[in-house]
């Protein structure tokens, strides 16, 4: 289990819960914090968040990184960027910081 501290678009922070293995995009669209218009393809990019340690963000999925490059004349693309419908929660992301991105 880990607790994400998610900073929304608005600036508020709420603590969000989700089982080690859970897709992150399911736990942050639970909690009506992301849209993730294309469900989960990695094609819409409306799932972006900004890990603020950026060592924690994992490394990016070839399609993930597609649509990122993609999203760069639109919104800033961070070291931390990562488009939640493409991790897996682990234990080592419980106090993980992490915010939501602008619309693109």
Known sequence: MATFK????GGETKDVE???????????????????????????????????DASLAGER????????ESLEDFVEIKDGSRLC???TVEARHDG???EIAPEA
């Open 85 to 87: 419908c493409q991790m």
């Open 6 to 9: 998610v900073t929304t678009q």
């Open 18 to 52: 989700a089982p080690d293995g859970t897709i992150l995009m399911q736990a942050l669209n639970n909690a009506l914090l992301v849209e993730a218009t294309c469900g989960g393809a990695a094609s819409c990019g409306t799932c972006h968040v900004y890990f603020e």
């Open 61 to 68: 999925t070839e399609d993930e990184g597609y649509m990122l």
């Open 96 to 98: 993980c910081a992490i």
